[in-house]
């Protein structure tokens, strides 16, 4: 009973809503006049049934173009078998999480859909680190002669899910194969799915199946719309794809909600490519020839880029806050270059933070953290009897990690962390983005006043913020 009450109160006490807006910087919108957006996965939410769509459709191209065998069609698309973020190394056809400072999570590297043992990653890669020089570039690609490729957009998941497959494929069979071949195969049937309109012509013909949560942008758009906030969309979906998603989510008359709409932008190209020209598009799609010399409201634009827009338009500096999915595509350069605000949509937070607060996980973390204190604690007392003690508590915490990472994921745990690190995406977000949440409906329940603060976490040598760390520190130094 007892034990109850206290679980109860930590929840109640750690409770996080989902449709928090969290701050990695403070972010008025009070200063905020005007808003741009992204479309798919910022605007556009879809369900599952695109992932599955995805995944059957490429695996049929590697089947039907690329010649791979047919015996692939056993397999079909594995919802929540990956996660985000994660990385590939093309040569030797690895996925897996690395953190913030480039250390693998042991434990989370996957040879097809089966783990690889702690050992054999070690021996690999001669430990756990993997060099900057064999990352992925700035924009997540893989270079330097294909080495490591990081996925971190919401479509990359049923790439990185038929890419295990077909590994998997290969070597139940044991057939010889090169895997920067398969690499570069299952990257292009993908492509092609989106490319050749495949993917379009689906959620089209079906838009109910495949867009989620339509009404609540349609609220967030208004909302903004009526608070007299200029609106723009930049995209790099075709017209037609966007044209029939929006009259779906907003009504026929969308397009006067946005002062400017750009689509089949080529970001992250539109960012940083001053030669692109914008395109003025008919509503039947054809391209004009005329050149651009004003942005007009109504008017539907191609490709461009950003410093021609900020030309034309005079939307500079920290009054324009740009919502995206992409972490890199999306938001880096704005950031970086530009000093627009940004926001980043994490639809996996909601699900997360879910888990977060759920009595069975809060107990677990409360555990852990206990058991790390004491284990910090009580390592200085080199006496047989205590050193079996603190041995046991770090078999135990070994445990309880575990448990923590696969709450949220079998294979590869928590889009944020590896056990207690920040990941490599983690990093990235906090860089990149002002502000993230789950989706754009989180902005419903703020009003277009509010400050968002960055919770003041402690750096490390602050710790005498933060009581129930400072015993046990000043416990721990060694007494000379
Ligand atoms: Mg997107």
Redesign the pocket.
């Known amino acids: 009973m007892v034990e109850l009450k206290f679980k109860l109160h930590l929840v109640s006490c750690n409770s996080v809503n989902p449709d928090t807006i969290f701050a990695n910087n403070e972010t008025s919108l009070h200063d905020i006049e005007i808003y741009g957006f992204?479309?798919?996965?910022?605007l556009a939410f879809y369900s599952s049934h695109l992932h599955t769509l995805i995944f059957n459709i490429a695996r049929d191209i590697l089947i039907q173009e690329h010649r791979y065998p047919a015996g692939l069609r056993e397999y079909e698309y594995i919802p929540d078998f990956v996660v985000r973020g994660l990385h590939y190394d093309v040569q030797k056809a690895l996925l897996m999480k690395i953190d913030a400072f480039h250390y693998i999570q042991l434990g989370t590297v996957y040879r097809g859909l089966h783990p690889v043992p702690d050992k054999e990653v070690i021996a690999m890669y001669e430990g756990s680190h993997v060099p900057l020089e064999i990352m992925s570039d700035f924009y997540g690609k893989s270079s330097h002669g294909h080495t490591m490729k990081q996925f971190m957009?919401?479509f990359s998941l049923p790439e990185m899910t038929l890419l295990c497959c077909v590994n998997d494929y290969f070597m139940k069979h044991n057939i010889d194969y090169e895997p920067v071949h398969l690499y570069k195969d299952v990257k292009e049937a993908i492509g092609d799915v989106h490319v050749k309109g495949i993917m379009y012509r689906a959620v089209e013909a079906d838009i109910e199946k495949y867009i989620c949560y339509g009404e609540q942008t349609h609220a967030v758009l208004r909302k903004l719309s009526e608070n007299g906030k200029k609106m723009f969309l930049i995209?790099?979906s075709p017209f037609d794809f966007v044209d029939r998603g929006m009259n779906y989510i907003v009504g026929k008359d969308w397009r006067s909600l946005f002062d400017v709409v750009i689509v089949q932008a080529d970001k992250p190209g539109f960012f940083n490519d001053r030669r692109k020209p914008f395109r003025r598009v008919t509503d039947k799609g054809v391209l004009l020839w005329d050149r651009i010399h004003h942005l007009e409201k109504g008017q539907i634009y191609k490709q461009g880029n950003l410093y021609e827009f900020l030309r034309l338009t005079g939307w500079r500096g920290s009054k324009v806050l740009y919502f995206?999915?992409?972490i890199y595509s999306?938001l880096a350069d704005l950031t970086l270059k530009h000093g627009w605000r940004t926001g980043a949509i994490i639809p996996e937070l909601r699900k997360e933070i879910k888990i977060m607060n759920t009595p069975d996980y809060v107990h677990t973390m409360t555990w852990l953290q206990s058991l790390t204190g004491l284990v910090e604690q009580m390592q200085v007392h080199r006496d047989p009897a205590s050193q079996a003690v603190v041995q046991q508590w770090i078999k135990e915490r070994e445990h309880m990690r575990s448990r923590t990472k696969d709450i949220f994921n079998g294979q590869f745990g928590s889009l944020f962390r590896t056990y207690h690190n920040p990941t490599y995406f983690s990093r990235r977000l906090s860089r990149f983005a002002d502000i993230y949440m789950a989706s754009l409906s989180c902005l419903l329940k703020y009003d277009l006043q509010h400050t968002f603060f960055p919770r003041r976490t402690p750096l490390q040598h602050e710790s005498p913020f933060w009581p129930e760390q400072t015993c046990v520190n000043a416990m721990n130094l060694p007494i000379e």
């Open positions: 992204d479309y798919d996965y910022t957009d919401i995209t790099n995206g999915d992409h999306d």
